[in-house]
Nanobody, 117 residues
């Protein structure tokens, strides 16, 4: 599996961005996917996850109500719609594939989101 994240950029506080994660390789529609982020000087943290059928959606408390995860299995792509962005959302965002055994074993290269105040 190869994952390619895109859609990051510079946005003002209160603005929106949509991240995309395109997958290639094995059957995407059977994969549980997630988004993580890593801010400068901080550890990587979980943001959101989505099951293979679009269900089993989970959000970190810090983004609940502002971010929406979705997927289009026909396009082998997972999305993260980010609204009401805050400066503390500034980070490199990564998509990842869950292996079903407690680990995320494939990671995209990351896309940088910068939110200015």
């Amino acid at each position: 599996v190869q994952l390619q994240a895109s859609g990051g950029g510079l946005v003002q506080a209160g603005g929106s961005l949509r991240l995309s994660c395109a997958a290639s390789g094995r059957a995407f529609s059977s994969l549980h996917m997630a988004w993580f982020r890593q801010a400068p000087g901080k550890e990587r943290e979980f943001v959101s996850a989505i099951g293979w059928s679009g269900g089993s959606i989970v959000y970190a408390d810090s983004v609940k109500g502002r971010f929406t995860v979705s997927r289009d299995n026909a396009k082998n792509t997972v999305y993260l719609q980010m609204n009401s962005l805050k400066p503390e959302d500034t980070a490199v965002y990564y998509c990842a594939k869950y292996n079903g055994l407690g680990l995320y074993d494939y990671w995209g290269q990351g896309t940088l989101v910068t939110v200015s105040s």
